[in-house]
């Protein structure tokens, strides 16, 4: 296992704020509409005849194909899962992004998902969209849930990267709550799991989307999972722990794994270094594929 440090000064944000709107011209407005707008005209749905039809875009390719999974209640078109298209498309290589059931343009209801249901997800994408090897790219919950599918799909699943790999951190931080407060939530049936990413502060999620989460943790055993894997976390995340990307690094049964932290990292990885580590840690894992084909 190799552990690499990145400390960087804090960059600019690569998204918008109130001052940096301002400061827009006329002509990158109009990219910013034409990019947003390619982005909703150019969704697909996966059709389940037992399960909610999944919401996905998809970049036909060479392989080893690449695959992003989003974090909780996020969707297909934040910045990384964008990032990773351009630069797949650039290659020639393939590249899918979607949207769990109940989040972003997927059918279903949030409120009723679970763990074991975006496992699935995961897996009807690799099963009916892709052939070949593929790379999975994982943000915080998608962390957790690409671990799964290589578990599930070893012959497929070719790489993983993981960012803010957020394993069991749910169930732990349920956990970690003092008895009066996991009975109380027990009770009401809802837990608001904090979180500054909304304008309510909180995730819903339900006593239930607790209880069945535990029987998905990895972190108890050893993590069957032989492939390449590269784990990137900020040591500024103050929502999932970097030392939960260790603890995978340690679980996991493979041998080719490198832990990246960066020293200024925020847990969403938003400055544009962090996105050009993304993809230069993707392009490296394309080329020791190729090398290993």
Known sequence: MYVSFTPSPSLWIWGFDADALLSFSFHCHQKFVASFCRLKSSVSFLTRPDRPNLAYHK?????????????????????????????????????????????????????????????????????????????????????????HAAIARPDKVAALVGVAVAADHLVTSFKKLPIEAQKEIEEKGEWKFPTKHNEEGYYSLTYDFIREAEN??????????????????GMKDDVVPWQISMQVADRVLSKDVDVILRKVGQHRMSEKEDTKLLVNTVDDLIDKLATLA
């Open 59 to 147: 970049l036909k390719g060479r392989n080893p194909g690449v695959i992003f999974l989003p974090g909780l209640n996020s969707n297909m078109n934040g910045q990384k899962a964008t990032a990773l298209e351009d630069f797949c498309n650039s290659l020639g290589h393939a590249f899918i992004r979607f949207d769990y059931t109940g989040c972003g343009s997927s059918d279903g209801k949030f409120e009723e998902c679970t763990i074991g249901k975006w496992r699935k997800d995961v897996l009807s994408i690799l099963d009916e969209l892709t052939d070949g090897p593929q790379i999975l790219v994982g943000s915080s919950l998608g962390g957790w849930l690409m671990l």
């Open 216 to 233: 998905h943790c990895v972190l108890n055993s050893p993590i069957p999972i032989t492939c390449p894997i590269r784990l990137i976390h």
